[in-house]
Each structure stands twice: as structure tokens, then as C-alpha cells.
């Protein structure tokens, strides 16, 4: 079975700066996708970001991009510019290429400070 | 507007009361599915279905039943609820076979059983 780990509970940035949250990853699988997916305070689960496995390209979103090691199955999130509306829960999600459902990690809590 | 919609929003309830938390999408989806969020558990799927009459349990299942009798919609019925029910739950759908690779989350139940 697949399983994703997010070793960060929480992480905080200041306005304007740079941060990274983790996300590592278990399968067997050679194709799948992975996600990461913003909950704010209003509990909305908002899709940021997808990774096709059999992509190279590191996918990128305005001022979020992902940091995709297929090998070393890691698959960090990159948010440039913070912003304070970017402060929120952030899961890590992994699909099959052919299936359906989503395993997520425990969540990374982003703190941004003014 | 294609919405995936789950009634109640709030829900406290007693231990051992019947309840049902409905979902609905508009969007002609075949597979569905209900999570569970708990803190540092991220979310874990309680069941699928990949369409009508036609269900699955998911990873943690025990205490839940589902129907779907409808195309749109796929009710989670809790016949015995207990306080380690007590969580936040989401609702799904997206298409089959999973190549349109986005899952449409509803808005989140939050259930508290005493």
C-alpha cells in the first residue's frame, strides 16, 4: 500500500519570503500522480498544484512550484512571495495512474507573519 | 456551477443516534467516495463507489454504510454512532476512468458525537 509522510506538523514565513514544505512517498507503482492540496480556515479543500510521475518537468503555478525526485520519491511544495492568504493546512496526496483514490499525508500548518 | 454539495455542514449529535450526512454532485460523476480528516491522520477514505449499485470499503470502514442509488448522489449513513466518529468529513467525485485527473471536494461535515 502507498503512504505519504509529511514530517513538517507546522511551518511559519515571513511576508514576501520563500518557503518549503516535504512530502515524501512510498510505491511500487511506476506511474501516478501527486498533489498537493490547500486547506484554509473555511475547511474548502483546494487543489494547488499536480505532478504527472512519468513528467520530468517540475510542475509550476504562478508563485508555487514543486520540487518532484521520483527516484528518492520526495515531492516538496515551494511557495514564493508568501502571501497571507497563503496560510492554511497543506497536504500531500498521491493517486495510481489508474485509480481513483487519494492517500494523503498528515498535513503541514503554514503560519505567515506580517 | 459544478459543485459537489453535503448536508449538514454541523452536525452534534448523541452516541447510538442514526444519522445520514448526504452528497450530491451535478456533474454526472461515476465514482464518489467519503474521508475522514482526524488531526495528524490527514484523510483517510471510509468508502467508494464507481457507480450506481456499486460500492467498496475504503481503508476505514467500520461503523459506516453507503448507498448510491442515484447517480448523483452517495449518502454516508452512521447507524451507531460513537464518539470516535467524532471527525471532519468530505465527499468526492470525480470522472471514470481517471485520466480527468481532478477529485471535486465537497464543502466538509463537521460531526461531533457525544
Known amino acids: 500500500a502507498q503512504t505519504v509522510t509529511q514530517s513538517q506538523p507546522e511551518m511559519s514565513v515571513q511576508e514576501a519570503e520563500t518557503v518549503t514544505l516535504s512530502c515524501t512517498y512510498d510505491?511500487?507503482?511506476?506511474?501516478?500522480?501527486l498533489f498537493w492540496y490547500k486547506q484554509p480556515p473555511s475547511r474548502q479543500m483546494i487543489l494547488v498544484i499536480r505532478q504527472e510521475a512519468y513528467k520530468q518537468q517540475n510542475a509550476t503555478e504562478n508563485r508555487f512550484s514543486v520540487n518532484f525526485q521520483k527516484a528518492a520519491k520526495s515531492f516538496s511544495l515551494k511557495i514564493s512571495d508568501s502571501q497571507l492568504g497563503d496560510a492554511a493546512m497543506y497536504f500531500c496526496?498521491?493517486?495510481?495512474?489508474?485509480?481513483?483514490?487519494?492517500?494523503f499525508g498528515a498535513g503541514t500548518i503554514l503560519r505567515v507573519k506580517s | 456551477e459544478a459543485q459537489v454539495t453535503q448536508n449538514p455542514r454541523y452536525l452534534i449529535t448523541v452516541t447510538g443516534k442514526k444519522l445520514t450526512v448526504t452528497c450530491s454532485q451535478n456533474m454526472n460523476h461515476e465514482y464518489m467516495s467519503w474521508y475522514r480528516q482526524d488531526p495528524g491522520l490527514g484523510l483517510r477514505q471510509i468508502y467508494y463507489s464507481m457507480n450506481v449499485e456499486v460500492t467498496d470499503k475504503g481503508d476505514v470502514p467500520e461503523g459506516y454504510k453507503v448507498s448510491r442509488k442515484e447517480k448523483r448522489n452517495f449518502p454516508l449513513i452512521l447507524e451507531s454512532p460513537s464518539p470516535n466518529q467524532t471527525s471532519l468529513y468530505f465527499c468526492a467525485s470525480s470522472w471514470l476512468p481517471s485520466q480527468e485527473d481532478t477529485q471535486y471536494f465537497g464543502p466538509g461535515t463537521r460531526l461531533t458525537v457525544l
Open positions: 510505491t511500487s507503482e511506476s506511474d501516478y500522480y
Open positions: 496526496a498521491y493517486r495510481s495512474w489508474n485509480g481513483n483514490k487519494l492517500v
